[in-house]
């Protein structure tokens, strides 16, 4: 790894392609560089949805509350209060001295124009549609109070309104004849209330934010920009993304592999941070034999994987981060809304595991096949290393997204190793609604876990809700349906003197607002 990452340095600077510059050199200019991997064509993230979109679309729009990464709570935003009129209508009073980047004020017109135009079907926006579908309505009570309706008592409607609903001014919204243009806000009028505004949003050239003075309705949960400047840049290729960094030309990578991370960690020059937010690792068992995987009906075989999986050790071997990477014990955090269980996997125990082997009538193993999602190919390959010591000879497919959501849809993943991100909402609804619907990805069709999926998605009453999640997912871990693996922590290296906040629920798994300079 290190001959590959200096053989590409050297031959970057033989090119003429880096800037050798001190790594000091931008904190002075206060201006912070980031490279990505691929080019952002949006700062709305309903627009381009991706990790590298979120970064930004985080700094530039605000939502009406905020979801406090560090107390598991909401707090105020561009709503200062909000209560819950009935079982299916929230009220929200906003602020009155909140204004846009172009100076207009904010008021209600501007919620009832995002929010309409975001679950409108129709409006070219990939996923938006979907994730507001659950809204039958939204009212103007008066210039400051809004009300948002419900079709049917949904319980993750706060988390909803404070993770993805940004709000835009009315009269851009309005100003563009069709879906197809306004598609294109964040491109062409990415105006927030944020505490960064967008001056640049390029495919070719980048992004660029600059500092909101007039950021004023910040707090604790989102805070008031630090950094003057940001420069995110694209760089598909890992390596010379390093070498930038290596001679200074950026400040801060994002998902270097395991050996990278480590190596340049070792610099002192930089440092590495592992935020760990809501994404984990996991494998799934078809338990209905879908995929043509007979073993795996039995609960001794997969109560054998679990035992014979030494997941912490799994882990640390592939997954960077250090210490905070860990084996969890359900597929759910507690920093996602509505998590609890009180039933974890069982303890690793090889003789264990060979003896349950022996007793579901496989003492000589069989042959099965692990799909791995992209991300999760190291994991899947260590996965199948330690089957082999329960005589179960696991073959990796190593599938692209859209091969692996062919295979999933079709019925034909024996096992599956992925990550999952909840799709970026921390409820796990999120979780319960991927995988236990009774459709193409359910690969356990548990009537006991879809009835109490259903009552906690309409449970307003978050002890209760709780309380029908803690069984659902006690029951997942009972009969081994999904096995929790590990954390898994996004990784950053960085300038040693940028200090990076962990904890992000966000999908980049850091906020740029929450970035400052040591």
Known sequence: MRSRLFAALGAAVAAGTLAVVPAHAQKAKDTLRIAISGPIASVLEWGDPQPETGLSSTSVFDTLICYDHKTFEFKPLLAKSWRQVDDKTIELTLRDDVKFHDGSDLSADDVVASLNWLRNPDNKLRLAPDAFNYVADVKKVDKYTVQVISADTFAPALTRLAVSLQIVPAKIINSYATFEEKAEIGRKAPIGTGPYRAVQVDVK???????????????????????????????????????????????????????????LALNPQFKMTASQGITFF??????????????????????????????????????????????????????????????????????????????????????????????????????????????????????????????????????IAGQWTLGGLPDVLSTTNFYFDGAARDFWRDGQIAQWAKEAASTLDEAKRKALYRQLFDRVTEMSYILPISTSPDIFVHSKDLFVETGATETYGANIYEMRWN
């Open 205 to 263: 050239s980048g992004v660029v934010l600059v500092k909101n003075e007039n950021y004023k309705h910040g707090n604790d949960c989102k805070p008031a920009a630090k950094i003057g400047r940001v420069e995110i840049n694209t760089i598909p290729d890992m390596q010379t993304q390093i070498a930038q960094l290596l001679t200074g030309g950026i400040d801060l990578i994002h998902g270097p592999s395991k050996d990278e991370a480590d190596m």
């Open 282 to 415: 996991y494998l799934t068992m078809d338990s209905i034999n879908r995929s043509g995987a007979a073993p795996l009906q039995n609960i001794k075989v997969r109560q054998a994987i679990a035992r014979g999986l030494n997941r912490e050790l799994i882990a640390r071997s592939v997954v960077a981060g250090g210490d905070a990477v860990k084996a969890i014990d359900a597929i759910c955090l507690r920093n996602q809304r509505g998590c609890d269980y009180t039933k974890a996997p069982p303890s690793y125990d090889l003789a264990a595991a060979k003896a349950l082997m022996t007793e579901a009538g496989y003492p000589d193993g069989f042959d099965i096949e692990i799909t791995a999602i992209p991300g999760s190919y190291a994991m899947a390959e260590a996965i199948a290393g330690e089957l082999r010591k329960i005589n179960i000879r696991a073959k990796v497919d190593k599938a692209s997204f859209v091969a692996y959501r062919a295979k999933q849809r079709d019925g034909k993943t024996n096992m």
